[in-house]
């Protein structure tokens, strides 16, 4: 199969393993299988281009991973 | 999916590792989240998170990473281990000191389903290790939360190096014990929390603790039912495992729905009609009326409920077969990665 990946600031390639939607923000699950990274990034729009920022506090942090958790929990057979 | 704790002798501090593979790493997500997850939440219990590991097995098994953490080796397997404050504090702060826009470019690149459910495995023990700060912040219970988590920790690590059939046993024969002295509290908590932690998570061992500690109480049946599961009512957290099993009545119905899971009522018949409306005349008493339920139930009632209750017997038969071979593979395991 094939998976979208994006390069981060860090200059690492990273797969989009999940997307999650809270607020109308859409976030980006991100994980590298090389270095066991694991990340996550908010899709923002700047001067009409879709563009990745971090985010914006721990809560926020904290919020996603638990939508991402209560989505994937029943996933992994 | 194994827990172990470990001391470094040159600093003297105490880790908690949970070793797992890929497959099972669903597991350990709900694992932090039912129970570490609950409990940590408070200063000391940050810092007890700080050294809780994760290790994702690769190519090695979970006993043989077991082993080399037991003598010493962790380092080898640096490369698949989790820590803590590197994937979720550390870097939640990272990510608020650095923050600019970056246009995206994505691409697509072949990866085989494996690593994909890996990944999704590995991102769900980052998350679930990750809302453990959430709870950290979430409350201002310290004094009773430090009690519970340090409790909880040594509790989790002296039972990995003691647990066998029989500490299980003995463990199971305390509660009965408690079980009889209902006027402390802890004590109540102690029952549910040590049945949980015999049963270590798993769902069908829960379920005969439960039935073992219930059955051979010397009260009647449905006094030590209400005993056993006035006790987790009270005291323990709805999130944990035992979710559901609220007051008496839900008992019933969970011995029900489990004999429909095992095949032993046949949810289209007559028999699953009576049991259910018996469930429902029960709970109806215990809201209009004082004193046990079951007394005041009419007598096919009272049959239904004798029958659930022989279902629950037949249950714990089946399971005590299963829960025999669990616990003996565990003995097994552990003295073979003791080289025993």
Do not use: W
């Amino acid at each position: 199969m094939e998976l979208y990946t994006i390069k981060l600031e860090d200059g690492k390639e990273y797969y989009i393993i999940d997307t999650v939607v809270n607020d109308n923000n859409k976030y980006l699950i991100l994980a590298n299988d090389e270095t066991d990274d694991f990340t996550i990034r908010k899709v923002v729009n700047v001067d009409n281009k879709e563009c990745t920022t971090k985010l914006d506090s721990k809560e926020e942090f904290t919020n996603i991973l638990k939508m991402y958790h209560e989505k994937n929990k029943d996933g992994l057979k | 999916m194994a827990v172990i704790t470990k001391k470094y002798p040159y600093t003297g501090d105490e880790y908690f590792f949970i070793i797992s593979n890929q497959k099972e790493c669903k597991e350990v997500a709900s694992y932090i989240f039912n129970k570490a997850g609950d409990f940590l939440t408070s200063k000391e219990a940050l810092s007890h998170a700080a050294r809780l590991l994760i290790y994702l097995t690769k190519d090695k098994s979970v006993k043989e990473v077991t082993e080399d953490i037991l003598n010493g080796r962790e380092d080898e397997r640096i490369d698949s281990i989790l820590r803590v404050e590197k994937y979720s504090y550390l870097s939640v702060k990272k990510q608020e000191d650095e923050k600019k826009a970056i246009p995206i470019k994505v691409s697509k690149k072949p990866i085989l389903t494996a690593k994909v459910k890996k990944l999704i495995a590995f991102g769900l023990a980052v998350a679930a290790v990750g809302t453990i700060y959430g709870n950290v912040k979430a409350t201002k219970k310290e004094n009773e939360d430090n009690h519970q988590i340090s409790t909880y920790i040594g509790k989790l690590g002296s039972e990995v190096d003691s647990e066998d059939y029989t500490y299980n046993r003995n463990i199971i024969d305390q509660n009965k014990r408690k079980a009889l002295d209902n006027t402390y509290l802890l004590d109540y908590q102690s029952i549910a929390m040590d049945i949980l932690e015999v049963a270590n998570g798993n769902p069908d061992l829960i379920e005969l603790c439960f039935y073992d500690a219930y059955q051979n109480l010397d009260y009647d049946k449905l006094t030590a039912i209400d005993n056993i599961f006035t006790t987790l009512k009270l005291n323990v957290r709805d999130d944990l495992a035992l979710e559901g099993i609220k007051d008496d009545s839900v008992y019933l119905e969970y011995v029900l729905d489990n004999a429909v899971k095992r095949n032993l009522v046949d949810e289209s018949s007559s028999l699953y009609s009576h049991l259910q409306n018996a469930i429902n005349n029960y709970k109806n008493v215990r809201l209009t009326s004082s004193g046990m339920p079951y007394n005041n139930l009419s007598d096919s009632d009272k049959a239904s409920i004798d029958k659930l209750m022989g279902l629950a017997e037949k249950m714990k038969k089946d399971l005590g077969e299963t829960y025999k071979v669990l616990l003996e593979a565990r003995v097994n395991e552990r003295e073979s990665s003791r080289g025993l």
